[in-house]
């Protein structure tokens, strides 16, 4: 039997196995991208709340805002390896018994969220300081300027970042097989160990990461286009119910 005859008896062999790691790593990684945008967006604005006199209520958004700093200082700065290790064991000792697959999508939300604070944080830096001074023209409160205005510039900026990350995540999903989540690289890992034959066991899952990251790219790249619209807009007055078309 030739190599790529050897990989396709183990594809055939197997591949509802392959098929059912690859969807955990897919549904893990987007849900995790979900919940870490989330988490990254509250933390965003947390850090942006504008702080004025020294009141009570200021005390405690500034010890809120060191909690969450240390929060997103500790992920971005270990592996998320140590990490699935340290929160699916280290909940054993509250008594906190977790699935396996819902302590690894906590782990990559986690994550996910420490990274897209930063990124989150520099969008909404980016945006001209003059938007906010206009908002409050019009009595709006901090988190209406951010509800309303802010957000959904910072959206669209973040996005090529949130989908890279999304990516990150699709194959840093394989350092939950620690925990024995049963992704991808967990069902590779078992065919290989069952057949021994490792190259072709993973030559399979290079082709299934690959698939998932690609097609993943390729749909962010196509919902870029179009939150940016056409190329160019043709501008319309509106005389009555009738609209005109500049120039006529």
């Keep these: 039997m030739s190599f790529f005859e050897s990989v396709w008896n183990i594809f055939i062999n197997n591949w509802e196995v392959y098929l059912r790691g690859a969807w955990t790593a897919l549904v893990l990684a987007v849900l995790g991208t979900i919940f870490g945008a989330i988490i990254g967006f509250f933390i965003g604005i947390m850090h942006t709340i504008?702080?004025?006199?020294?009141?009570?209520?200021?005390?405690?958004?500034?010890?809120?805002?060191?909690?969450?700093?240390?929060?997103?200082?500790?992920?971005?700065?270990?592996?998320?390896?140590?990490?699935?290790?340290?929160?699916?064991?280290?909940?054993?000792?509250?008594d906190i018994q977790l699935d396996r697959f819902i302590a690894g999508l906590l782990v990559i939300s986690l994550n996910t969220g420490a990274y897209m604070a930063e990124y989150v944080r520099g969008g909404i830096v980016s945006i001209d300081k003059g938007q906010y001074e206009a908002s409050q023209a019009i009595g709006m409160n901090h988190f209406q300027t951010m509800l309303y205005i802010i957000i959904p510039q910072v959206a669209r900026n973040i996005l090529p970042a949130t989908g890279n990350q999304l990516v990150m995540n699709i194959k840093d999903s394989s350092v939950l097989s620690v925990i024995?989540?049963?992704?991808?690289?967990?069902?590779?890992?078992?065919?290989?160990?069952?057949?021994?034959k490792y190259v072709e066991a993973?030559?399979?899952?290079?082709?299934?990461?690959?698939?998932?990251?690609?097609?993943?790219?390729?749909?962010?790249?196509?919902?870029?286009?179009?939150?940016?619209?056409?190329?160019?807009?043709?501008?319309?007055?509106?005389?009555?119910?009738?609209?005109?078309?500049?120039?006529?």
């Excluded at 809120?64 to 390896?81: K, S």
């Excluded at 870029?224 to 160019?232: L, V």
Aim: hydrophobic share 50%; with cysteine.
């Design 50 to 94: 504008p702080l004025q006199k020294r009141t009570f209520k200021t005390v405690i958004l500034k010890i809120v805002n060191f909690i969450l700093t240390c929060y997103v200082e500790i992920f971005r700065g270990t592996p998320m390896m140590v990490q699935a290790m340290v929160v699916f064991y280290g909940l054993y000792y509250i």
């Design 180 to 196: 024995s989540v049963v992704e991808l690289f967990f069902a590779t890992n078992s065919i290989a160990g069952s057949t021994f």
């Design 202 to 248: 993973f030559l399979i899952a290079c082709v299934l990461y690959f698939t998932m990251t690609f097609t993943v790219t390729r749909i962010l790249l196509l919902f870029e286009k179009k939150m940016d619209g056409p190329d160019s807009y043709k501008v319309e007055l509106v005389t009555g119910n009738k609209p005109v078309k500049e120039g006529e």
